[in-house]
């Protein structure tokens, strides 16, 4: 498993690539998964019991992504004024 803690600048967020189901999962929230909903075709969403998304699931995640690379960006942005 390739786990990517803290890729959007928080602890509580994280990516992993499980290659033993060839899934890559991003959790956006540390609250458990209460309910999943299919939103395509091996993509699902994690909901938990307030309705608010907790992660996603991407089945047979290396035959749809280029997983050769991975490139974050800290959200949220930084704005950064000059005087």
């Known amino acids: 498993m ?3 803690t803290g890729v959007f ?3 509580s967020h994280e990516a992993a690539l ?3 189901t ?3 999962y991003v959790e956006l929230r540390p609250e458990p998964g ?3 909903r ?3 075709d091996s993509a699902n969403v994690d909901l938990d019991r307030e309705g608010r998304v907790v ?3 991407i089945d047979h995640a290396s035959l749809q992504l280029d997983l050769t690379t991975l490139e974050t960006i800290e959200l949220p942005p930084k704005v950064h004024r000059l005087a």
């Open 9 to 11: 600048g928080r602890t």
């Open 34 to 36: 209460s309910e999943t």
């Open 18 to 20: 499980l290659p033993e």
């Open 2 to 4: 390739l786990s990517l």
């Open 22 to 24: 060839d899934s890559l």
């Open 38 to 40: 299919e939103i395509a």
């Open 55 to 57: 992660g996603f699931d």
